[in-house]
């Protein structure tokens, strides 16, 4: 079994499969975490849940777009700074998959806050605050999908040559790389910022945990 890490989706199904493609991603035995924010923004957010859908080993982590999403689906709330925010683009999708809403809405509510795997590497949308003991946050579910003060912070762990020894690994959504001047994954110290922009005009990268080669798509 192989394990990949996903960056922000943002509703582009095209660069989804590419990337799974590219990446030679198996679907009945690898396992996918992805790092949230699968919809929004892009043209085709009821297509990106299908085909994660088919992925046997899947773990979500929650990010702020799905957030948005699930409460727009499971309540019908809608939030201004959604709309704003890409929502628009989601609500419009599913005007021709209005079948799909109450199954995708089931996908989403099994997203989780965090992970942390059987090698103490941690998994979160956002981030949390690195001055904090992790167990005071993990149920502080705005900290966690919104906070970029770490990945923000992760260069001067770098240049200090600090590093957070609370976990072997930190893997970051959320903060595009673009914020760095990069479009490929980026690792300060021992966190990786996954988020390569694919949501406005960047490109989407999945990376085998174990050897860190990644694949990107295009340009969104
Ligand atoms: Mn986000």
Redesign the pocket.
């Known amino acids: 079994m192989k394990k990949f890490v996903i960056g ?1 989706i943002h509703g582009h199904h095209l660069a989804l499969n590419q990337v799974l493609a590219k990446s030679g991603f198996n679907f009945e035995n690898d396992l996918l975490i992805s790092l ?2 699968l919809v929004d923004l892009g043209p085709d957010s009821p297509s990106v849940i299908e085909t994660m859908m088919k992925v046997k080993n899947f773990r979500h982590i929650l ?3 799905d957030k948005w999403c699930l409460n727009w689906m499971r309540f019908g709330t809608i939030d201004d700074i959604w709309l704003n925010q890409g929502g628009q683009k989601t609500i419009q999708s599913y005007e021709n998959h209005k079948n799909l809403i109450e199954s995708h809405l089931t996908f989403l509510e099994q997203a989780v806050l965090y992970y942390r795997d059987e090698n103490n590497r941690l998994f979160v ?2 981030g949390f605050a690195w001055d904090i003991p992790f167990d005071q946050q993990i149920n502080d579910e705005h900290v966690l ?1 919104w906070d970029r003060s770490l990945a923000l912070m992760s260069y001067n762990f770098e240049l200090q040559g600090k590093k957070l020894g609370l976990f072997s690994e930190i893997y970051l ?2 903060t595009p790389t673009r914020h760095f001047g990069q479009l490929t994954p980026i690792k300060h110290s021992n966190i990786w910022l996954m988020d390569t922009g694919c949501g406005r005009g960047g490109k989407l990268t999945i990376m085998d945990i174990e050897t860190k080669r990644y694949w990107q798509s295009d340009e969104s």
């Open positions: 922000d949230g924010d990010g702020n777009h949308h956002g999908i959504g959320h």
